[in-house]
């Protein structure tokens, strides 16, 4: 047992999921999605392994791309990017994502920053993980107010790209194609599958008894401390400060 932060706890599950990748994206504001990147890196240098390729964007350290969001897309395109992460005001059952706004568009209620490239990557790149670190029924619903990025398409429609995981503050789902539907991978400590129930908008498959989430042992949680967060700080000062703050 570790005394592992509930974000630490995130950022490990990312790395985990990240595993095998050659080349990660990570869009604006993403400091979680950037650390789990980043510690994924530190695990395999740490085995003498070739770890993966990190793009951040807004970054100046840890960024390949110099012509902004536009050189992103062409490289997606080409199949050059293995993972990205989307989040969303609302995601659905379904995978759906909502970048836009609450409540019947244009008159939404509540209004959101827009879908950007979101449908787009979300066609192109293999592996994308829906993150949101707020799991409750306002964010996870059974059906998005607007569909910034379908998780799925009808037949026919040429696809290499769509969502493999969601991961919330409270569990990990892993989506199912075929279904298409989410199932309960693991509930994090903290929660049982009746609160994930409670806090969850769509209907899900889980087992009897889900498995609790993996913690990071302690071999890991000194490189996430250490050099990931030195390495987070450049992009993301603000954020590591606050980790470093409550770090046991």
């Not at 306002?138 to 969601?166: C, M, W």
Request: charged share 20%; with cysteine; proline share 6%.
């Amino acid at each position: 047992m570790t005394d592992a932060l509930p974000r630490e706890i995130l950022i490990h599950t990312i790395a985990k999921l990240l595993d095998g990748v050659r080349h990660v994206a990570v869009g604006a504001s993403s400091p979680i999605p950037a650390a789990g990147a980043m510690l994924l890196r530190e695990l395999k240098t740490a085995k003498g392994e070739p770890g993966p390729r990190i793009s951040v964007l807004g970054s100046v350290e840890h960024n390949f791309f110099t012509n902004g969001s536009a050189e992103l897309f062409d490289c997606a395109a080409q199949g050059r990017i293995d993972a990205f992460f989307l989040g969303g005001g609302q995601i659905d059952g379904l995978g759906n994502v909502n970048l836009v706004g609450a409540g019947g568009y244009p008159q939404s209620n509540v209004r959101w920053p827009g879908s950007f490239g979101s449908a787009y990557l979300y066609f192109v790149v293999p592996r994308v993980i829906l993150f949101r670190e707020e799991h409750s029924p306002r964010v996870l619903v059974d059906k998005v107010d607007f569909v910034s990025a379908p998780g799925v398409s009808e037949e026919g429609v040429f696809r290499t790209g769509g969502p493999i995981a969601l991961l919330t503050g409270k569990g990990l789902f892993r989506f199912d194609k075929s279904r298409p539907r989410f199932v309960l991978e693991s509930i994090h400590p903290g929660y049982d599958l009746n609160e994930i129930k409670a806090s969850t908008g769509f209907k899900f498959e889980h087992d009897d008894q889900p498995s609790r989430t993996a913690l990071p042992d302690a071999s890991t949680l000194h490189l996430l401390r250490g050099k990931v967060l030195e390495e987070l700080a450049e992009t993301y000062g603000e954020f590591a400060a606050e980790m470093r703050a409550a770090t046991p």
